[in-house]
């Protein structure tokens, strides 16, 4: 491969390998040349190949991995949430909300419209804004913050790294991570430090690492965390809280998406003391996916920096949105069936939980949209199984960060609207499929 890469200078090396690609001569995981022979090759310095494989690294175009060497980057498929296509099978690995548990908008539709909002007025409404400062500033502990409307907790935390990083920085991610964010961390070019989750949140030794490791960023979940259900308790927020005391600089974005729903008092990570946070509510798990719409309380550096990626008229939140939403987080009809459809989610989890418990199958006590079940056997064989009896469930495999030696023994379920029947069909389903004989003990952790 060294011979078909030409240049004297960091730039023309860097430009041939770049026609390579495009010419299709180099594909996805190609290993490039060592600087060394590719410096003896061209006749060049080996800090001009050095040069031209870090321009190429910052474009995104090859990957370094140390003595393993240089590779060209790809756009791997991600998994994504959301129901499968093209199926005739039950799924019970969505992960989303009851369609019949979403307020209905209609009423508050017709109270939203009025004079046009126009280029240069403030891109947030100011009716959403006073509501918004008065729901997060509980969970801020005294923290000055601004408020900042972004288009879902997707774009908030893109838009988050993108103030605050560059290429190759390093970014913690909970392990089991929400399949959004290591989309969003792939795509940015950035690098995933993961951070294992327990029945409390994040681990604090695992946090403490990434923090060796050089992360210039933390994305957390505080409550009902994506995949595992796992919500901060107040022992390990002031844990960590305790860690992150040493790194007040470290952006630390809090995705407390499941809110409204929760059934846990709010726990957090930004202390008063902490320099660069974000905590980002969406509403799209309560008032449906297609409300588009994330409120971020954030420092107010970080709230100038985001300002500058909110132009108006190009890419701000529609203020008849914003209404919408306001209209209905402010009506008392809509706040009590999203009460109800959070105490719903509980109730109906708990209670398949409760029959996977008496088939010896430990389920913690965590909370949202999924459970998240260790089984036996690997999760991959146990849902092929599954397949073969009508249903369609998520691997845990799908949520590891990076590569890993061991397949998952997890899978993601979401049944929170399966009748009693399909509940019992699915769990005696599941429990011939992991291999666990009929009356086993239940077994408690």
């Given at each position: 491969?060294?011979?078909?890469?030409?240049?004297?200078?960091?730039?023309?090396?860097?430009?041939?390998?770049?026609?390579?690609?495009?010419?299709?001569?180099?594909?996805?995981?190609?290993?490039?040349?060592?600087?060394?022979?590719?410096?003896?090759?061209?006749?060049?310095?080996?800090?001009?190949?050095?040069?031209?494989?870090?321009?190429?690294?910052?474009?995104?175009?090859?990957?370094?991995?140390?003595?393993?060497?240089?590779?060209?980057?790809?756009?791997?498929?991600?998994?994504?949430?959301?129901?499968?296509?093209?199926?005739?099978?039950?799924?019970?690995?969505?992960?989303?909300?009851?369609?019949?548990?979403?307020?209905?908008?209609?009423?508050?539709?017709?109270?939203?419209?009025?004079?046009?909002?126009?280029?240069?007025?403030?891109?947030?409404?100011?009716?959403?804004?006073?509501?918004?400062?008065?729901?997060?500033?509980?969970?801020?502990?005294?923290?000055?913050?601004?408020?900042?409307?972004?288009?879902?907790?997707?774009?908030?935390?893109?838009?988050?790294?993108?103030?605050?990083?560059?290429?190759?920085?390093?970014?913690?991610?909970?392990?089991?991570?929400?399949?959004?964010?290591?989309?969003?961390?792939?795509?940015?070019?950035?690098?995933?430090?993961?951070?294992?989750?327990?029945?409390?949140?994040?681990?604090?030794?695992?946090?403490?690492?990434?923090?060796?490791?050089?992360?210039?960023?933390?994305i957390c979940t505080p409550r009902a965390q994506n995949p595992t259900g796992a919500s901060l308790s107040a022992r390990r927020a002031e844990e960590l809280r305790a860690v992150l005391v040493e790194h007040p600089y470290v952006l630390l974005i809090e995705d407390d998406h499941y809110s409204m729903l929760s059934q846990r008092t709010s726990e957090t990570l930004i202390s008063p003391g902490h320099r660069r946070f974000a905590l980002i509510r969406s509403v799209s798990k309560f008032l449906g996916p297609d409300m588009c719409l994330a409120i971020a309380a954030t420092d107010p550096e970080t709230a100038e920096r985001l300002a500058m990626r909110l132009s108006?008229?190009?890419?701000?939140?529609?203020?008849?949105?914003?209404?919408?939403?306001?209209?209905?987080?402010?009506?008392?009809?809509?706040?009590?069936?999203?009460?109800?459809?959070?105490?719903?989610?509980?109730?109906?989890?708990?209670?398949?939980?409760?029959?996977?418990?008496?088939?010896?199958?430990?389920?913690?006590?965590?909370?949202?949209?999924?459970?998240?079940?260790?089984?036996?056997?690997?999760?991959?064989?146990?849902?092929?199984?599954?397949?073969?009896?009508?249903?369609?469930?998520?691997?845990?495999?799908?949520?590891?960060?990076?590569?890993?030696?061991?397949?998952?023994?997890?899978?993601?379920?979401?049944?929170?609207?399966?009748?009693?029947?399909?509940?019992?069909?699915?769990?005696?389903?599941?429990?011939?499929?992991?291999?666990?004989?009929?009356?086993?003990?239940?077994?408690?952790?």
């Amino acid at each position: 491969m060294s011979d078909e890469i030409t240049g004297t200078t960091a730039a023309e090396i860097a430009d041939s390998v770049r026609a390579l690609l495009e010419r299709g001569v180099l594909r996805s995981g190609a290993l490039l040349p060592p600087v060394r022979e590719l410096a003896a090759t061209l006749g060049v310095n080996r800090n001009t190949a050095v040069a031209a494989y870090r321009q190429l690294a910052q474009a995104g175009l090859v990957i370094s991995r140390g003595r393993a060497g240089t590779v060209v980057s790809g756009m791997d498929a991600v998994a994504q949430e959301g129901y499968a296509s093209d199926t005739v099978l039950r799924d019970v690995g969505t992960g989303n909300p009851d369609p019949a548990l979403i307020p209905d908008p209609s009423t508050a539709l017709a109270t939203v419209a009025g004079r046009p909002v126009l280029y240069g007025e403030p891109v947030i409404d100011r009716g959403l804004e006073r509501w918004a400062r008065e729901w997060v500033a509980p969970d801020l502990g005294g923290s000055d913050f601004r408020i900042t409307i972004t288009s879902g907790a997707v774009d908030a935390v893109e838009r988050l790294l993108a103030q605050a990083l560059t290429r190759d920085d390093a970014v913690a991610l909970e392990d089991p991570c929400f399949l959004a964010s290591i989309h969003t961390v792939r795509l940015g070019g950035y690098r995933a430090v993961p951070v294992p989750v327990d029945s409390e949140g994040m681990t604090v030794d695992g946090l403490r690492a990434a923090l060796a490791a050089g992360v210039r960023a933390i994305i957390c979940t505080p409550r009902a965390q994506n995949p595992t259900g796992a919500s901060l308790s107040a022992r390990r927020a002031e844990e960590l809280r305790a860690v992150l005391v040493e790194h007040p600089y470290v952006l630390l974005i809090e995705d407390d998406h499941y809110s409204m729903l929760s059934q846990r008092t709010s726990e957090t990570l930004i202390s008063p003391g902490h320099r660069r946070f974000a905590l980002i509510r969406s509403v799209s798990k309560f008032l449906g996916p297609d409300m588009c719409l994330a409120i971020a309380a954030t420092d107010p550096e970080t709230a100038e920096r985001l300002a500058m990626r909110l132009s108006p008229g190009t890419t701000w939140v529609s203020h008849l949105l914003q209404r919408l939403t306001l209209a209905q987080l402010t009506d008392a009809d809509a706040v009590a069936r999203v009460a109800a459809a959070g105490a719903h989610y509980a109730e109906r989890n708990e209670a398949f939980a409760s029959r996977l418990r008496a088939h010896g199958i430990a389920i913690p006590d965590t909370e949202g949209l999924s459970l998240w079940v260790e089984l036996p056997q690997p999760a991959r064989l146990v849902a092929e199984r599954l397949m073969r009896r009508g249903w369609l469930a998520r691997t845990g495999d799908d949520f590891a960060l990076g590569e890993r030696a061991d397949a998952s023994h997890h899978l993601r379920l979401t049944v929170h609207d399966l009748s009693d029947d399909d509940a019992d069909t699915l769990v005696a389903d599941l429990v011939s499929a992991a291999g666990i004989p009929v009356g086993t003990a239940q077994v408690t952790r």
